[in-house]
């Protein structure tokens, strides 16, 4: 994808994330929201070839790309990586803070069964560029295993994070905190499960 289609993208996504959050996913918005941006609102078929699910999944990997670049100058050296991977979940949580609404309409335009694979896809994408940048370079089957719990701490703090109105996210870091614990406990078991059944 070029740079200048990621920009046009970026631009028409943040004109239509208002609408979104009143009205819910629809390619109609997104031509409104094309044209508000100064496009054309035929320029929303064009950026979005794949219709409104396209337009969906470019919200998470704008949120993903708005999260690496708020984190950028963070020394991960000085953290533990409980607390990078803390430190990102809730980075991205702030980058969508002000289009909630729209969230809520995304995680709902998901929930649909035939779009489960999808929001899986989007959510292990999500996964990984945390585990990158918090300093993950796993080949094995640890690569896998951790981001697959990730996943499962990044919806269910999703989850928790719709029904904290506070602005300061304190009951959703306080959950996520938790999740992590529960991780990390978990992986400990795997890993010694892994080691005797390494030994049979």
Known sequence: MSGNLTAIRDA??????????????????????AARAGFGTDMADAAFPGGTRSGVDHLADWADRNMLIRLDGVD????RVR???RQAVLTRLEVLAPYKEAVRQTMAYWTLPPRGVGAA??????????????????????????????VGVLSSTLLAWMADDDL?????????DRRIENVLQLGKVLGRFSKKSGRR
């Open 76 to 79: 991960t050296e000085a953290l």
């Open 12 to 33: 028409i996504l943040v004109e239509a994330l208002p609408g979104v959050g009143s009205g819910g996913w629809s390619m109609r918005v997104l031509g409104d929201a």
């Open 168 to 176: 300061s996210m304190a009951a959703t870091g306080t959950f996520l």
């Open 121 to 150: 896809c989007s959510l292990w994408r999500t996964s990984d560029r945390i585990w990158v940048w918090a300093g993950d370079r796993a080949t094995d089957y640890n690569r896998y295993t951790k981001r697959g719990l990730l």
């Open 83 to 85: 607390d990078r991977v």
